[in-house]
């Protein structure tokens, strides 16, 4: 879990209001654990997932379909490729997560395209020519999904 004020979450500090508010905020690779009743008592309206993390088994799992986040769809998987766009490792990489996070949760106010800025970003810093397939196959977790 990426706590409030850790540097873990500094790009979705810096643009939301993060409710995962702990007392003692760790420093290490893999954040802070808390447990399911923690999560439930925060019921965050939007939760980003980790890559490779639960976020294909949520949906079915009674506990956390009690959460906001999961029963309106609110719920993400960061992109990453070659890196966690999050953070991980922490570097110039997060650029594109401030990018993509904004966009994810501020779509009226973000008035620019996330692939555009995304094949510019992978040209820049990877030189390399993103394609709208590859960008699709980054962000397929990542993205709105429709209401079924």
Not at 27 to 50: C, H, R, Y
Not at 59 to 70: F, G, N, T, V
Not at 90 to 115: C, D, F, K
Request: proline residues 5%; hydrophobic residues 40%.
């Amino acid at each position: 879990m990426l706590a409030k004020d850790s540097f873990h979450a500094e790009i979705i500090d810096q643009v939301s209001n993060n409710v995962a508010v702990v007392d003692d905020i760790s420093s290490k690779g893999t954040g802070n654990p808390v447990d399911m009743e923690q999560i439930l008592l925060w019921n965050p309206d939007v939760i980003i997932f980790a890559p490779g993390s639960i976020y294909n088994t949520v949906a079915k799992d009674k506990a956390w379909q009690e959460l906001s986040a999961i029963k309106n769809n609110r719920y993400f998987e960061v992109p990453s490729g070659p890196y966690n766009w999050m953070g991980n490792p922490p570097s110039v990489n997060r650029y594109m997560g401030m990018i993509w996070i904004t966009q994810l949760l501020y779509p009226e106010q973000a008035n620019y395209n996330v692939y555009e800025e995304a094949a510019r970003y992978y040209d820049l810093f990877y030189h390399t020519k993103l394609t709208e397939e590859q960008y699709n196959n980054l962000v397929a977790n990542s993205l709105m999904k429709l209401k079924k």
